[in-house]
Nanobody, 116 residues
Framework: QVQLVESGGGSVQAGGSLRLSCAAS????????MKWYRQAPGKERELVAL????????NYADSVKGRFTISRDNGKKTVYLQMDSLKPEDTAVYYC?????????WGKGTLVTVSS
C-alpha cells in the first residue's frame, strides 16, 4: 500500500522557517522523482521543488529559489523541504508527490500559514 505522509506544517511569522517532511512507504522510493507542490486558497496547485531519485539534481520555482531547499534520505524513505525567509504569500497547503513514469502518488498535504 502506497503512502505519503507529510508533516511539519504550522503557523509562523514572516521571516521564519519551517521544515516539511514526507515519509514514503509501499514503493521503491529511491527511483522516484520527489516533488513538493503547494496550493493557496483560490489558486491552482503549483510545483515548488523537485529532486531526482539519487538526489543529484534539484529544481525550484522562481518564487522560492534561494529560500527553499529540497533534500531526500533514501535510507529513511523521506523527502524534506526546508523553508527559510518565509513570506505571507507562501501560505498554502503543501503536498508531497512521487513520480516514476506513469506512476504518480500524492500525500494529503500539510498546511503552512505565514503571518505578516
Amino acid at each position: 500500500q502506497v503512502q505519503l505522509v507529510e508533516s511539519g506544517g504550522g503557523s509562523v511569522q514572516a521571516g521564519g522557517s519551517l521544515r516539511l517532511s514526507c515519509a514514503a512507504s509501499g514503493f521503491t522510493f529511491s527511483v522516484y522523482f520527489m516533488k513538493w507542490y503547494r496550493q493557496a486558497p483560490g489558486k491552482e496547485r503549483e510545483l515548488v521543488a523537485l529532486i531526482t531519485g539519487a538526489g543529484s539534481s534539484t529544481n525550484y520555482a522562481d518564487s522560492v529559489k534561494g529560500r527553499f531547499t529540497i533534500s531526500r534520505d533514501n535510507g529513511k524513505k523521506t523527502v524534506y523541504l526546508q523553508m527559510d525567509s518565509l513570506k505571507p504569500e507562501d501560505t498554502a497547503v503543501y503536498y508531497c508527490n512521487a513520480r516514476y513514469f506513469a506512476e504518480n502518488y500524492w500525500g494529503k498535504g500539510t498546511l503552512v500559514t505565514v503571518s505578516s
